[in-house]
């Protein structure tokens, strides 16, 4: 596994023209972003604190603050597999044929003898460095919007240079790590992820949240021609929703530390289905924080009760190219990032809608 990291004060020249990138056309505003609530309905209106989720209308002061703790670009790379065979007529033992085995030929087949040989090939596409640009370039499009469309709802978005006020903060964020159940989901959700160059390319400050259960299954090549598989539905988070370890870990270990009401990660799954393009698959964003009904101990169980929990989970998925490079125009191998903002002012606006609903009852 590679890490990628990049510094707030690098900069990243981004491209004006948008003929490699497919995002302006499909999201030209906020309006046209399809947002999918993406987190477990179990807590979401009960009273108990029990669930997954946590009823935010319990909230007694309501969400002030939120630390944006984690933005990354996750690839889980692309392998391709292939072979090629090839029959050699003639004794490829370089030994002289003797009387038995000219015997055996001439009982069992031809006694002219061949040989099939067969050759394995195996190669891994992936954004490598690439990963760490679109992330930087899309947190710097839409950071500014995110943070305003956050006022509006009376929240402050935070950065780490912000939340992180003393050395014992910066120490544990630093070196915080999510917690993750041993369950058969996730055993699953990893399967065959040995076979994929996985990157995390994220903007420098930032932790990678790994909350990642992205079906490596839908990235595995057979042949040279075939396409990103499809099998596994690519519209909900992958099987991490039961994850109380995580939901405890970073809703409540992480939000009681840097001293805010809720934590906030969000990342995108890219990939290269050739080495001249590249998509975007998804954005998730997902908010995590403690629960309005604290339990003295956590609890697991069908309906477990713990101390931390999702507040809101959101997905969108653009299944599209915003990087198609064509050799006879040089303008295409630059990156643009047209278009993410527009995701993450829509992103931030469902989750406004959600929280005044939840916060009016």
Same mark, same amino acid.
């Given at each position: ?15 004006? %023209?948008?003929?490699?990138?497919? *995002? ?24 108990? %604190? ?11 002061? /309501? ?6 703790? =984690?933005?990354?670009?996750?690839? !889980?790379? @692309? ?29 069992? %087949? ?13 190669? $891994?596409? =992936? ?13 710097? $499009? ?10 509006? &709802?009376?929240?402050?978005? *935070?950065?780490?240079?912000?939340? @992180?006020? $003393? ?33 995390? %390319? ?16 839908? #990235?595995?090549?057979?042949? *040279? ?18 994850? $109380?370890?995580?939901?405890?870990? &970073? ?6 530390? *840097? ?30 924080? !403690?629960?309005?009904?604290? !339990? ?50 829509? @992103?931030?606006?469902?989750? /406004?809608? #959600? ?7």
């Amino acid at each position: 596994m590679k890490k990628v990291l990049v510094f707030f004060v690098c900069s990243l020249l981004i491209a004006s %023209g948008y003929a490699q990138s497919e *995002l302006p056309d499909k999201y030209p505003d906020p309006s046209k972003v399809k947002v999918k609530e993406d987190f477990p309905k179990e807590g979401r209106t009960g009273k108990s %604190g029990k669930g997954f989720s946590a009823n935010i209308g319990n909230l007694p002061n /309501g969400i002030k603050k939120v630390a944006l703790v =984690s933005f990354y670009a996750f690839d !889980p790379g @692309l392998t391709k597999t292939w072979s090629t065979s090839y029959t050699v007529k003639g004794d490829q033992t370089g030994t002289k044929p003797t009387w038995s085995s000219t015997l055996a030929a001439g009982l069992y %087949g031809s006694p002219e003898m061949e040989t099939t040989f067969t050759n394995y090939y195996k190669t $891994t596409l =992936s954004t490598g460095a690439i990963s760490n640009k679109i992330a930087y370039g899309a947190f710097e $499009t839409s950071i500014v919007p995110m943070m305003e469309e956050f006022k509006t &709802l009376g929240i402050e978005l *935070l950065l780490p240079n912000q939340f @992180l006020k $003393t050395e014992e903060q910066k120490n544990y964020y630093n070196s915080f790590h999510v917690k993750h159940e041993k369950s058969f989901a996730n055993w699953v959700s990893k399967f065959g992820a040995a076979d994929h160059d996985v990157i995390y %390319g994220s903007v420098g400050g930032f932790i990678v949240a790994d909350i990642v259960k992205e079906p490596f299954a839908n #990235y595995e090549k057979s042949g *040279l021609f075939q396409t990103r598989k499809d099998n596994v539905v690519d519209d909900q988070i992958y099987f991490y929703d039961k994850d $109380t370890d995580m939901t405890e870990s &970073l809703g409540y270990d992480l939000c009681t530390q *840097l001293g805010v009401d809720a934590v906030l990660v969000t990342f995108m799954t890219v990939f290269m289905p050739k080495d001249s393009k590249i998509e975007l698959v998804n954005v998730r964003f997902i908010m995590f924080g !403690p629960n309005p009904t604290m !339990p003295e101990v956590s609890k697991g169980g069908m309906i477990p009760h713990v101390k931390g929990l999702f507040y809101y989970g959101g997905s969108v998925i653009p299944e599209t190219l915003i990087y198609n490079k064509n050799k006879k125009d040089p303008e295409t191998d630059k990156l643009n990032f047209a278009g993410f903002d527009n995701i993450y002012i829509a @992103l931030v606006r469902d989750f /406004g809608e #959600y929280y005044k609903k939840k916060m009016e009852k």
